[in-house]
């Protein structure tokens, strides 16, 4: 059986919660991803995604060069044990209305898994 950790990424993007939502936004573009974990002192505080930056920055015509990401971070994380299935990741997605999830591990962030990740495992099976 697939296990999340199987499918999710191990690898933490991440910014400093005092990073401009304009330096945010080019990071997301230079890695090539949809979201992106938020650092304070050494620790995951929260995460972005590109859904909340236009929501909650460009939609609300905030200055994105002055303004902190931090000011529009969710947190706490919206996690998911990495002991439980990709269907329950699904489903978590889906009763939270988001497309990432933390993968926690021993109470650690060990990796993120985005409904691209799902859909890429479920479309490759099918």
């Not at 199987?6 to 230079?30: G, N, Y």
């Not at 304070?40 to 609300?60: F, H, I, M, Q, T």
């Not at 009763?95 to 962030?109: P, T």
């Amino acid at each position: 059986m697939v296990s999340i950790t199987d499918v999710m990424s191990k690898e933490l993007k991440k910014v400093p919660c005092e990073a401009s939502i304009a330096d945010t936004a080019q990071k997301m573009r230079d890695e090539q991803v949809g979201a992106l974990f938020i650092e304070k002192n050494g620790e995951l505080v929260g995460s972005v995604s590109d859904r909340e930056l236009v929501r909650k920055a460009v939609a609300d015509r905030k200055d994105l060069e002055n303004t902190t990401v931090e000011s529009i971070m969710t947190t706490p994380l919206n996690c998911i044990d990495s002991t439980k299935t990709l269907l329950d990741a699904q489903d978590a997605m889906k009763d939270l209305g988001v497309r990432h999830l933390a993968v926690r591990e021993g109470g650690k962030v060990v990796g993120i898994i985005s409904v691209g990740d799902l859909l890429a495992y479920f479309t490759w099976r099918a």
